[in-house]
């Protein structure tokens, strides 16, 4: 049988597993409703750091391939990407994971 000290405490040691943090894709859909310039200013105004040039480009591709990732990344902030560009009125897909 053991015995402890008056005073001491057990130490638990921690397990060290490490989880990756959940990424997300956000894809915005081709649609008929939304003009390239609206889905430009969109991404512009959401996404962080979207240049003019990357915003026309993703535009393209969207009316193209019917379909464009345009960020990917947390899933928090890609959640939060995800519900602005809808709300802005753009046809979105549902957030994939990374």
């Known amino acids: 049988m053991t015995s402890s000290s008056p005073g ?20 915005v859909l081709d649609d008929d409703v939304n ?19 990357n915003a026309w480009n993703l535009a393209n591709r969207i009316d193209g391939h019917g379909a464009a990732e345009v960020w990917c990344g947390p899933l928090e902030q890609a959640e939060l990407y995800h519900q602005q560009l809808q709300s802005e009125g753009l046809t979105m897909a549902p957030l994939e994971r990374c």
């Open 35 to 53: 003009t390239f310039q609206h889905v430009v200013d969109c991404l512009r105004k959401i996404i962080p750091g979207m240049s003019e040039d």
């Open 8 to 27: 001491s405490s057990a130490v638990l040691e921690r397990q060290g597993t490490t989880q990756r943090y959940p990424q997300a894709r956000v894809i």
